[in-house]
């Protein structure tokens, strides 16, 4: 059984790069929920709806990549904390406006808490409006 920080690695690549629940629903339970304290999540609840997501965002920003800046396992309460910088311009289809041609350069944190080897919950920490804004997304 792979440990929790590559099963932590893989999913946090799969679906940073728009895979899709697809490819993530792999390293997760299969009834895996989500949360987030940011307006464009506030419907999502489970962690296949924000795998879907994340793939529909690659759409709107198809440069989009990320840079880890720090990964950390804590094996007493079962969870990694994966602190990133995701950078992307708004030049593809969709999105709240038409293509603003912006950037955004915006830190998050994922906790991925396990249970069984897989995510069974997941929650990003992460300022949406900052990057809304940045984006030409939000006044």
């Known amino acids: 059984m792979p440990s929790m920080t590559d ?21 997760c339970r299969p009834d895996a929920t989500f949360s987030a304290q940011a307006e464009p999540l506030t419907d ?11 793939r529909g965002m ?11 800046k720090s990964f950390a396992a804590d094996n007493e309460r079962n969870n990694v904390c994966v602190y990133a910088v995701f950078s992307a311009s708004h030049t593809g289809p969709g999105g709240p406006v038409p293509p603003t041609g912006r950037k955004t350069d915006t830190d998050y944190v994922y906790v991925m808490e396990f249970d069984g080897g897989k995510i069974r919950h997941m ?3 992460w300022h949406a409006g900052w990057a809304m804004r940045e ?3 939000a006044g």
Request: with cysteine.
């Open 7 to 27: 099963t932590a690695k893989a999913f946090f690549d799969a679906c940073e790069t728009g895979k899709g629940w697809e490819v993530c629903r792999a390293y």
């Open 44 to 54: 999502v609840h489970m962690l296949q709806q924000y795998a879907e997501w994340m």
């Open 58 to 68: 690659l759409i709107v920003l198809p440069d989009g990549s990320y840079h880890v």
């Open 123 to 125: 929650t990003k920490i």
């Open 135 to 137: 984006l030409g997304w």
